[in-house]
């Protein structure tokens, strides 16, 4: 299996998300990896630091390590294996390979009218991937750094979400702006080893059941 995930927006926390998503969820299947396409290499990163703080990892990769075609065959054909990508948008071929090959794509936004514009166009690549290949790509849309003072904001994006079914759709659970969420990446920590009864750490646990129920339907 793979899961996705995708925006063409920067900053958005792909790369935050997608690794506590990875720790989370790795009891659940029997070969588990992540492929890092991320110019940042954010992910790579963070390997790193667990690897020098002598912390239990997970297989990283980036496209130079890999014949992807195979890599990719390995993941996708059987249901007990998972393979996470934390990628870019569809600037590159691998970049649109994945977002064609995944099983779930999952798109973390925020709530400014600059993440809106940002949906709208990779909307627009999500519609013409679909329409070149005769099929339908659609996105999971994770509402993220959300901040209790901004109500208004919110129903706004989700109506947006909520009004493009074709190309979105918008998970339950949403992430709120956490320091947890910043702090812990820098010690080479999930949420959860971070701060064990935040709720950062209910976020994520909440998110991954729903992640993991998308996956097995
Ligand atoms: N819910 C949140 N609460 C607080 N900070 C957050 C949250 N989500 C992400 N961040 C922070 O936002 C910044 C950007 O996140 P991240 O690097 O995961 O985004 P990205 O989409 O992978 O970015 P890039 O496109 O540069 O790879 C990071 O400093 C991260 O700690
Ligand atoms: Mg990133």
């Given at each position: 299996m793979m899961v996705l995930f995708s925006h063409?927006?920067?900053?958005?926390?792909k790369s935050t998300v997608a690794i506590n998503f990875a720790y989370q969820i790795q009891?659940?299947?029997k070969d588990i990896s992540i492929l890092d396409l991320d110019s940042q290499h954010s992910s790579m990163l963070f390997n790193q630091l667990r690897t020098n703080l002598k912390l239990s990892t997970i297989q990283c990769v980036t496209q130079?390590?890999?014949?992807i075609g195979q890599f990719l065959s390995h993941y996708k054909a059987d249901k007990n294996n998972l393979l996470i990508i934390d990628s870019g948008g569809y600037d590159s071929d691998i970049n649109r390979t994945v977002l064609i090959k995944a099983d779930i794509v999952i798109t973390p936004v925020g709530i400014s009218q600059i993440e809106i514009f940002g949906l709208q166009k990779f909307r627009k690549i999500l519609k013409d991937a679909s329409e070149a290949l005769n099929t339908i790509i659609k996105t999971n849309v994770l509402i993220n750094?959300?901040?209790?003072?901004s109500k208004s904001k919110l129903k706004d994006l989700k109506e947006y979400i909520k009004d493009k079914p074709q190309y979105f759709n918008l998970l339950n659970t949403t992430l709120h702006s956490r320091a947890d969420y910043k702090n812990s990446y820098g010690e080479g920590l999930t949420v959860k080893e971070y701060n064990k009864k935040g709720k950062a750490q209910e976020e994520i646990k909440e998110l991954t059941k729903e992640i993991y129920k998308l996956l097995k339907n």
């Open positions: 063409q927006k920067g900053g958005v926390g009891k659940k299947y130079d390590d890999i014949n750094n959300v901040d209790s003072r």
